[in-house]
């Protein structure tokens, strides 16, 4: 299960301007940190849970969310921003993503992950275009993670440019998550970004999971098996342990290819 942004953004505790909102705050806040724990414990079934418990508050509750995320208290904007993911409910599309607009970085953040965590493919894409170049690092981030819930096959062509244009962040973990985003949209243009930037990419982390990309998206083995064989002799071991997982599956080994390191 990944790592939501919105679980890289602090709640803020200042408190709400009524006992409801209070209340309602502290509720999300106890659910994300049972989240946080489950998630830190890698057992899928605990977080499978906690998203399920989070879930069910989250439409009980819709409309109050729906209010908080626009009211004017930014403890309440973010929280409501937060559960809403977990809803998967079609009410929250245009809220959320009008909430991407804020101006606040922080708000930007939850709201962008959260509109991808709904998991509906029709959701608007500018939203994830525009953040990507958010001069926010989180934020850019933030919309990468959203994106793993919704990429796939058929990824709008400017959503995917901006996509390739963060290979070259000045982040690492930018960077990174935008090689394991391109693993899941796959295609002969993913390819070509993969192996333009990543492959050579200063942090071993990301020519890893570009590795293990390469494995993943299929497609001519004369362009993905030399880089492979070249990224096979990286000095990082887990490069190239995961550069020969994927030659191995590539060639008809069967060998399953390991998921992505965070």
């Not at 999300?28 to 399920?52: F, M, N, T």
């Not at 000045?170 to 930037?197: C, D, F, P, Q, W």
């Not at 390469?214 to 070249?230: D, F, Q, S, T, Y």
Request: aromatic share 4%; with cysteine; proline share 6%.
């Amino acid at each position: 299960m990944i790592r939501s942004a919105v679980l890289m953004v602090v709640l803020l505790s200042a408190r709400c301007s009524s006992p409801g909102a209070s209340d309602l705050v502290e509720r999300i806040a106890e659910g994300r940190e049972r989240y946080d724990a489950a998630l830190d414990s890698h057992e899928a079934a605990r977080v499978e849970l906690e998203s399920a418990t989070i879930g069910r508050m989250a439409r009980e509750r819709l409309s109050e969310l729906l209010q908080a995320l626009r009211s004017s208290d930014p403890a309440l904007q973010d929280a409501a921003a937060f559960a809403l993911g977990f809803s998967r409910q079609r009410a929250a599309i245009d809220p959320l993503a009008a909430a991407t607009a804020s101006p606040r970085p922080a708000l930007r953040a939850f709201a962008i992950v959260a509109l991808g965590m709904l998991g509906f493919r029709d959701a608007p894409m500018d939203p994830f275009r525009t953040l990507l170049g958010d001069e926010d690092a989180q934020v850019r981030l933030s919309a990468l993670f959203g994106l793993r819930h919704l990429a796939g096959p058929g990824c709008p062509t400017p959503v995917l440019q901006a996509i390739h244009a963060r290979l070259s962040d000045s982040v690492m973990g930018v960077r990174n998550e935008a090689v394991l985003v391109l693993g899941k949209i796959g295609g002969a243009a993913v390819i070509e970004m993969l192996l333009e930037r990543p492959v050579r990419d200063p942090e071993a982390l990301v020519r890893q999971n570009a590795a293990r990309a390469l494995g993943a998206v299929r497609g001519p083995a004369e362009r993905i098996v030399p880089a492979l064989k070249e990224l096979m002799k990286d000095e990082d071991p887990g490069v190239a342990r995961a550069a020969q997982t994927s030659l191995r599956w590539i060639e008809g080994a069967h060998v399953d290819t390991p998921p992505a390191d965070r």
